[in-house]
């Protein structure tokens, strides 16, 4: 059965792809630069020997997403899952972006993921396949920082509602990641509240639940705390807290 | 820097001798590795092991390189690898060993990784018979600041090729190698030659010069100085013997040894260790060795390293032709008896090969000599006579290993140093390559 992998170049995403080739998935990696995903791609082969295919793509300026990833599964085995580890955040994302950057934020964080979801919803009920969606501690309550990333990210919480409440669990399950601080370069350097876990480890989480049904998890599972008192915080209080 | 993935960091040398806060840029995508400002002066970094600051200081970026390991291509019929510089020499004998291949030159530290032992041309277990990481080497991918990645062999640019080569990473940003196997030995017996002195040591390596593994161990103590063994590690055809497996990742050299709170490599502790290992292994025998004790001996030297402390060790490594190693020999007992230094290992290698540009080889038998707390007065007095004691006796320096060299010192051991930094310049006009390292030795 084949996986579809989109943000597949580093961080999370990369160490999904891993994980699904070494537990034998054939694989359809997405990512914008294709000198990642063949690199990726080849490593996949030599090391699991996985059916692996690249698809560059730029989702900040492809117009339609789903229709490319769609196509490029031709020749594949049937589709079983589809994870949407894609995200791009950016430091001034704090109200200082002008429409052409929130257009982009909206394009990757938003508008990729629900165009993949929707273009391959077919081929997914046909199989009883699950769609994975990341959404962030950042979506919990909405700040004075990562302000179009987080509201993207609120939006994917609506999508995973959305699926679920239109589609059975017998013809489509529907899982939604809320992560933590992950250990990526998005996160390099930066003095976290909290230590930050690994992406390795938590994509062999992911890839452990894929044949479970439909669920929302924290990941790191300390995170479900960290968002309880998030929002439980008195306004006066969560305010002080942006300064 | 925003976008770049660049924070500020706190990195050492692994004997401790350098530390400095710097920028440390970890790119996990090919449009990372080139994305600083064209005028960023920047060195790669990989596993960050080097025992001088060769991947980082100077003012420069350091470009980790960790998310760049991927196998590119293998064939597995006639033994050629294809990898990122990233990658780590332990991972891939892992991975090669299951396939029947193997790196037969390989450093001890499994967390070095593809690029730095390039850039640092290492040697491994028997470099007379193996030589140096290059000869192993097919071709690199070079990427420069803001310019096409260059794919350099021996006939494509060979000078570039040859620069890379114990370049230390100034040439450019190493990003890919295409490597030659071989196949292991399926399994290994240890041979162990007592030697009275290192005079003696080197005959008993020059008649093992085949052998796959192939080192001495010396007592660097005044009262038994030179006394030790030479270990012999041969192909064997005995099944009972099996080495071709390795211990987990898990169990490698960790990249920071953590130091004891106190120094225990103080004379006492060095003289109970050397009767310790004197009578452990200075005796003659044959025992079967596994390939991860054979490839990295160093996973077994945890508490070793942690025994320097926070004063940290220097390696002084000096490679002496073979007609002048008896008297060099001689007068390093001499000069051990007169200053008494706290030296902690004293190890022996043949080499038969010939050194190019800054690398570390040639014709003869090398010392790689391990001083605790280098920055004490009778230590560093010792290294500096040391070092004018193998200059006289036509010795070359590892500058990878020896964080107390000075340039001067380097400029006067190596013979063409100039035209060896002249060729470095070619090949980066502006020095954006940089790091503690080219800094201390004008490099």
Redesign the interface.
């Given at each position: 059965m084949t996986a579809v992998v989109v943000g597949a170049?580093?961080?999370l995403g990369?160490a999904l792809a891993n994980e699904l080739a070494r537990c034998g998935h054939a694989l359809l990696l997405v990512a914008s630069?294709l000198?990642?995903i063949d690199?990726?791609a080849?490593?996949l082969r030599?090391?699991h020997g996985a059916t692996v295919r690249s698809l560059a793509l730029d989702l900040a300026r492809e117009a339609d997403p789903g229709a490319r990833v769609a196509a490029a599964l031709e020749g594949l085995p049937p589709l079983a899952s589809v994870l949407l580890p894609v995200g791009l955040s950016r430091?001034?994302d704090d109200f200082g972006l002008d429409a052409a950057r929130i257009g982009e934020l909206l394009a990757i964080n938003l508008h990729a993921p629900f165009a993949i979801a929707h273009a391959l919803l077919p081929r997914l009920r046909e199989a009883r396949g699950v769609i994975v969606l990341f959404s962030s501690i950042a979506a919990v309550r909405g700040r004075g920082r990562n302000v179009v990333y987080a509201a993207a990210k609120r939006g994917i919480e609506s999508l995973y509602e959305s699926l679920r409440q239109r589609h059975r669990e017998t013809e489509l399950r529907v899982q939604l990641y809320r992560l933590g601080f992950l250990a990526?370069?998005?996160t390099?350097?930066?003095a976290l509240p909290m230590p930050a876990a690994a992406p390795d480890d938590v994509a062999r989480l992911v890839v452990e639940r894929l044949r479970r049904g439909s669920a929302r998890w924290y990941l790191p599972r300390r995170f479900a705390l960290v968002a309880m008192v998030v929002r439980l915080l008195p306004w006066p209080l969560f305010r002080r807290m942006q300064s | 820097m925003r976008g770049y993935a660049v924070a500020e960091t706190e990195l050492s040398s692994f004997d401790r001798q350098f530390h400095a806060r710097c920028a440390l840029q970890r790119p996990d995508r090919y449009r990372l590795l080139d994305a600083l400002p064209a005028d960023a002066p920047r060195i790669a970094r990989g596993g960050g092991v080097s025992y001088v600051g060769a991947s980082f200081g100077g003012g420069a970026i350091s470009q980790s390189l960790d998310a760049f390991d991927r196998l590119l291509a293998f064939d597995a019929e006639h033994g050629r690898l294809t990898v990122e510089a990233g990658a780590r020499i332990g991972d891939l004998q892992r991975f090669l060993l299951e396939r029947g291949w193997y790196l037969p030159v390989a450093p001890g530290h499994p967390r070095a990784s593809v690029g730095g032992c390039i850039a640092a041309d290492v040697h491994g277990k028997n470099p007379a018979r193996d030589g140096t990481f290059r000869t192993w080497l097919d071709a690199l991918v070079v990427q420069r600041p803001h310019a096409e990645p260059c794919v350099v062999d021996r006939e494509h640019d060979a000078d570039l090729f040859g620069a890379t080569c114990a370049g230390f990473g100034l040439t450019g940003t190493i990003v890919s190698a295409t490597l030659r196997l071989a196949r292991p030995p399926r399994a290994l017996v240890l041979r162990r030659v007592p030697v009275a002195n290192l005079a003696e040591a080197a005959r008993v390596l020059r008649e093992a010069a085949n052998a796959p593994v192939l080192y001495g161990w010396h007592d660097g103590g005044a009262a038994h100085f030179g006394r030790g063994v030479v270990n012999i590690g041969l192909a064997s055809g005995d099944d009972h013997d099996r080495a071709d497996a390795l211990p987990p990742a898990a169990a490698d050299l960790p990249a920071r040894v953590a130091p004891l709170p106190f120094t225990a490599w103080n004379r006492a502790g060095l003289t109970a260790a050397n009767r310790w290992l004197d009578w452990r292994w200075c005796r003659a025998g044959q025992a079967p060795m596994t390939l991860g004790d054979a490839l990295f001996p160093l996973n077994r030297a945890r508490l070793y390293f942690a025994g320097f402390g926070h004063a940290g060790m220097a390696e002084a490594q000096w490679l002496v032709p073979h007609p002048r190693f008896e008297a060099f020999a001689n007068a390093l007992a001499d000069l051990v008896a007169r200053t008494r230094p706290r030296i902690a290992l004293i190890a022996s290698k043949l080499f038969a090969g010939t050194a190019d540009g800054f690398s570390f080889d040639g014709n003869g038998v090398a010392l790689a000599i391990q001083v605790a707390t280098p920055a004490a007065h009778g230590e560093r007095a010792f290294l500096d006579a040391l070092a004018e004691l193998a200059i006289a006796h036509d010795g070359r320096p590892n500058l990878i290993k020896d964080s107390t060299l000075e340039a001067s010192v380097a400029r006067r051991a190596i013979d063409g140093f100039e035209a060896a930094r002249a060729r470095l310049a070619r090949h980066d006009p502006q020095r954006l390559h940089t790091s503690e390292l080219a800094r201390r030795l004008a490099l």
């Open positions: 170049s580093s961080g990369r630069d000198r990642d690199a990726i080849a490593d030599i090391r430091a001034d990526t370069n998005l390099h350097g930066l | -």
